[in-house]
């Protein structure tokens, strides 16, 4: 199994509302990722960082933010949540060459009512 | 530039039957290749990866993936389907010269029918 911790699990919150979502992992690895996925449906890479003081968005534009000040910390904030914020968010670490493994959270879900 | 294709939406196997959930993938280099498996409301699980040596790579839970490179395909396949592997696969492929960011599939969603 994988060190890796998401909190909440799940969530619902008002429009408007600031949410950070946690990501935290026991692994030592530098390189970590935000995805964002609707039920069933392929990732999406919003955020990842290659190690402390170092971030960059993804392929999808997404209005959230990303902090990287520890190794092993790498929270996802959103400011004012929206409904179309509704959704999964997998947080994902791996470190060395790139034939690692990535390893997986067990995921956020998000829901803006 | 890489990039991978998952070209079934949906499988439907009986128990019992072997199953084949198909990759492909395109690489400038060589590829390290990856399958993953996700349950409902669970993050993606690793099954298995293929980074170098034997084509027939064996992972967790009785599956197991050929790459071929020929083909550039690296399918992963059951010999015998079970109603619990029923969830979205993905395979996902890094070019060993490219980022570290992998590119991972639109997903297969398996379903074994008792």
């Known amino acids: 199994e994988a060190d890796i911790y998401q909190t909440p699990r799940y969530l619902v919150i008002g429009t408007g509302k600031k949410i950070t979502l946690e990501c935290s992992q026991t692994m030592g690895h530098d390189k970590m990722y935000w995805y964002q996925q609707d039920p069933g449906m392929e990732l999406h890479l919003i955020h990842y960082?290659?190690?402390?003081?170092?971030?960059e968005k993804g392929d999808l534009s997404s209005e959230s933010t990303v902090s990287r000040i520890r190794t092993e910390h790498f929270p996802l904030t959103l400011e004012s949540a929206r409904p179309s914020h509704t959704s999964q968010y997998l947080c994902?670490?791996?470190?060395?060459?790139?034939?690692?493994?990535?390893?997986f959270g067990e995921g956020s879900w998000l829901t803006v009512v | 530039a890489q990039s991978v294709a998952q070209p079934e939406d949906q499988v439907n196997v009986a128990e019992g039957n072997p199953l084949t959930v198909k990759c492909t993938y395109s690489?400038?280099?060589?590829?390290?290749l990856f399958w993953y498996v996700q349950y409902p409301n669970r993050g993606l699980q690793f099954l298995l990866k293929y980074i170098t040596g034997d084509n027939l790579v064996k992972g967790s839970y009785g599956f197991e993936a050929e790459f071929n490179k020929s083909q550039t395909s690296f399918h992963l396949k059951k010999p015998s389907a079970l109603v619990s592997d029923s969830a979205l696969y993905f395979c996902a492929v890094r070019d060993e010269t490219g980022s570290y960011i992998p590119t991972f599939g639109r997903g297969t969603s398996l379903i074994v029918h008792p």
């Open positions: 994902a670490s791996t470190s060395g060459g790139r034939g690692n493994t990535i390893y």
């Open positions: 960082s290659y190690g402390v003081n170092s971030t």
């Open positions: 690489v400038s280099g060589n590829p390290y």
